[in-house]
């Protein structure tokens, strides 16, 4: 090899980007830390297909770690480890620093809603024998994906008189499931003919529920498919139709999380947008001890709508707690605000090479390359994001170099031909600095979604670090 040749590889690795697959760059032990931290992840995942149930799950693992229910009126030293509970749909987990929040605060935000169908105010109707549920479907769906698929009905039903019930059926074995049905391909040349985006139209979502009659003596009644549905309801969870006006019902794919692969290294599974960055959040914070800046981890709902609603990350929800944080320390909230620092954990898209036209090589994430730190979310022109400065992004990268956390940088496809938002912008309205740091996911919105194991280990891990700052 001659000395030029030489010199050109010592500056190419001095100044040039190595982009290369992270198993390259991790110790087999990282894999299998990687491997087992995936395990309690999937399990997670299968407990948690809704807002509801995913804040359900978070407050069981935080007591357990010896979290308690925030008091506003009292007095936490550092170390002590609280959770606000949103209506039940929404959480925030803090662990409060030995500088409590005088300095600012770490925040880790997430979002733990998914694309998924929801049933109509007056959902249950019959035709032509069969029992059906109207649905209206929620954020942003390719709307073929979801026939002929199994599945579940999750959610919270609530009486006149203001009790409730929670329902989940379709998850254990032996319980029944349902489906979104689909024409016949002998049938179907003029659905065929139509755009992805028309063949199954919204009101074309219905939900095949019975085909069983309440049986009558000579045959006859009114609506006796419907009423079979109605009575089996009733009998299980002491309901009436009327009640299903004030429900929160959800219908979302039954299969499970699942290992991806002959080599097990990817997680198949509904919900991972945004619970991919939701578990490791929790995990971080619950395993951080006493941090410096007191920590947060957000979980917050509607993302996929916006995130309006008391719930939502456009709520003061957040703004509040920090509020009564700042009290406790006798300091304006503004001014921890202003002095606070946030990694959005959102997803972003993994480059496929099936659909390599959308994405642009340079600017993409890869599976196994690490988390995704992205400056910039938003579609087209950067509409509907945050841009973070080039001081925090620079602070962010030095944080996972100096920490052996493997990371990469890159967009969310071509410029001009879609792009999205994250709850960033909206934590960057509070007047504080943050950037996404995410999952990169294969089929993303897609009933089943694909990551890797290695990339929820090193989210998980970024989140670690940033705790301990």
Same mark, same amino acid.
Request: charge should be negative.
């Given at each position: 090899?001659?000395?030029?040749?030489?010199?050109?590889?010592?500056?190419?690795?001095?100044?040039?980007?190595?982009?290369?697959?992270?198993?390259?760059?991790?110790?087999?032990?990282?894999?299998?830390?990687?491997?087992?931290?995936?395990?309690?992840?999937?399990?997670?995942?299968?407990?948690?297909?809704?807002?509801?149930?995913?804040?359900?799950?978070?407050?069981?693992?935080?007591?357990?770690?010896?979290?308690?229910?925030?008091?506003?009126?009292?007095?936490?030293?550092?170390?002590?480890?609280?959770?606000?509970?949103?209506?039940?749909?929404?959480?925030?987990?803090?662990?409060?620093?030995?500088?409590?929040?005088?300095?600012?605060?770490?925040?880790?935000?997430?979002?733990?809603?998914?694309?998924?169908?929801?049933?109509?105010?007056?959902?249950?109707?019959?035709?032509?024998?069969?029992?059906?549920?109207?649905?209206?479907?929620?954020?942003?769906?390719?709307?073929?994906?979801?026939?002929?698929?199994?599945?579940?009905?999750?959610?919270?039903?609530?009486?006149?008189?203001?009790?409730?019930?929670?329902?989940?059926?379709?998850?254990?074995?032996?319980?029944?499931?349902?489906?979104?049905?689909?024409?016949?391909?002998?049938?179907?040349?003029?659905?065929?003919?139509?755009?992805?985006?028309?063949?199954?139209?919204?009101?074309?979502?219905?939900?095949?529920?019975?085909?069983?009659?309440?049986?009558?003596?000579?045959?006859?009644?009114?609506?006796?498919?419907?009423?079979?549905?109605?009575?089996?309801?009733?009998?299980?969870?002491?309901?009436?139709?009327?009640?299903?006006?004030?429900?929160?019902?959800?219908?979302?794919?039954?299969?499970?999380?699942?290992?991806?692969?002959?080599?097990?290294?990817?997680?198949?599974?509904?919900?991972?947008?945004?619970?991919?960055?939701?578990?490791?959040?929790?995990?971080?914070?619950?395993?951080?001890?006493?941090?410096?800046?007191?920590?947060?981890?957000?979980?917050?709902?509607?993302?996929?709508?916006?995130?309006?609603?008391?719930?939502?990350?456009?709520?003061?929800?957040?703004?509040?707690? %920090? #509020?009564?944080?700042?009290?406790?320390?006798? @300091?304006? &909230?503004? $001014? !921890?605000?202003?002095?606070?620092?946030?990694?959005? *954990?959102?997803?972003?898209?993994?480059?496929?090479?099936?659909?390599?036209?959308?994405?642009?090589?340079?600017?993409?994430?890869?599976?196994?390359?690490?988390?995704?730190?992205?400056?910039?979310?938003?579609?087209?022109?950067?509409?509907?994001?945050?841009?973070?400065?080039?001081?925090?992004?620079?602070?962010?990268?030095?944080?996972?170099?100096?920490?052996?956390?493997?990371?990469?940088?890159?967009?969310?496809?071509?410029?001009?031909?879609?792009?999205?938002?994250? %709850? #960033?912008?909206?934590?960057?309205?509070?007047? @504080?600095? &943050?950037? $996404? !740091?995410?999952?990169?996911?294969?089929?993303?919105? *897609?009933?089943?979604?694909?990551?890797?194991?290695?990339?929820?280990?090193?989210?998980?891990?970024?989140?670690?670090?940033?705790?301990?700052?």
């Amino acid at each position: 090899m001659s000395e030029k040749t030489t010199m050109a590889e010592e500056l190419s690795k001095e100044l040039l980007i190595s982009r290369r697959n992270g198993f390259w760059d991790v110790t087999d032990d990282v894999i299998a830390q990687a491997d087992e931290f995936c395990e309690g992840y999937k399990d997670f995942l299968n407990r948690s297909k809704t807002e509801r149930e995913s804040v359900a799950a978070t407050i069981e693992m935080a007591e357990k770690a010896g979290f308690v229910p925030f008091d506003s009126a009292k007095k936490y030293q550092p170390g002590d480890k609280v959770y606000m509970n949103n209506r039940g749909k929404s959480i925030i987990l803090a662990v409060i620093g030995t500088e409590g929040c005088k300095n600012g605060v770490h925040i880790s935000a997430a979002h733990i809603d998914s694309p998924r169908l929801d049933l109509k105010p007056y959902p249950l109707y019959e035709t032509n024998d069969l029992a059906m549920f109207k649905t209206h479907y929620y954020g942003g769906v390719k709307k073929y994906q979801w026939t002929a698929i199994p599945l579940a009905m999750h959610g919270r039903i609530v009486r006149r008189d203001g009790s409730y019930v929670d329902v989940c059926i379709g998850e254990e074995e032996g319980e029944p499931q349902f489906c979104v049905t689909d024409l016949l391909p002998h049938l179907s040349s003029e659905q065929s003919a139509k755009t992805l985006g028309k063949a199954i139209e919204g009101e074309a979502l219905n939900i095949l529920v019975g085909s069983r009659p309440v049986r009558t003596e000579d045959g006859k009644g009114d609506k006796l498919f419907k009423l079979n549905v109605m009575k089996l309801l009733h009998d299980k969870y002491g309901i009436i139709e009327e009640d299903l006006v004030s429900s929160e019902i959800e219908f979302v794919p039954a299969f499970k999380a699942n290992d991806y692969g002959f080599d097990r290294s990817m997680i198949g599974s509904y919900g991972h947008d945004d619970r991919v960055c939701a578990y490791p959040a929790v995990m971080a914070l619950l395993h951080c001890g006493t941090p410096k800046k007191t920590a947060l981890t957000v979980l917050a709902d509607k993302e996929e709508i916006g995130s309006i609603g008391n719930t939502g990350m456009r709520s003061s929800f957040l703004s509040y707690f %920090v #509020a009564d944080l700042a009290k406790q320390d006798g @300091v304006e &909230v503004r $001014d !921890v605000l202003t002095k606070s620092k946030c990694l959005s *954990a959102d997803v972003c898209a993994a480059y496929d090479p099936t659909y390599a036209s959308a994405y642009e090589l340079n600017n993409s994430c890869f599976l196994n390359n690490g988390v995704s730190i992205m400056k910039y979310t938003g579609a087209r022109g950067k509409s509907g994001t945050s841009d973070a400065s080039a001081e925090f992004m620079g602070e962010i990268r030095g944080l996972l170099y100096r920490n052996n956390v493997l990371w990469q940088t890159g967009e969310l496809g071509k410029i001009d031909v879609g792009g999205g938002g994250t %709850v #960033a912008q909206f934590i960057a309205d509070l007047n @504080v600095d &943050v950037v $996404d !740091v995410g999952v990169p996911v294969l089929s993303m919105h *897609a009933p089943l979604e694909v990551v890797s194991k290695l990339d929820v280990y090193m989210e998980y891990r970024a989140f670690h670090v940033f705790f301990a700052e």
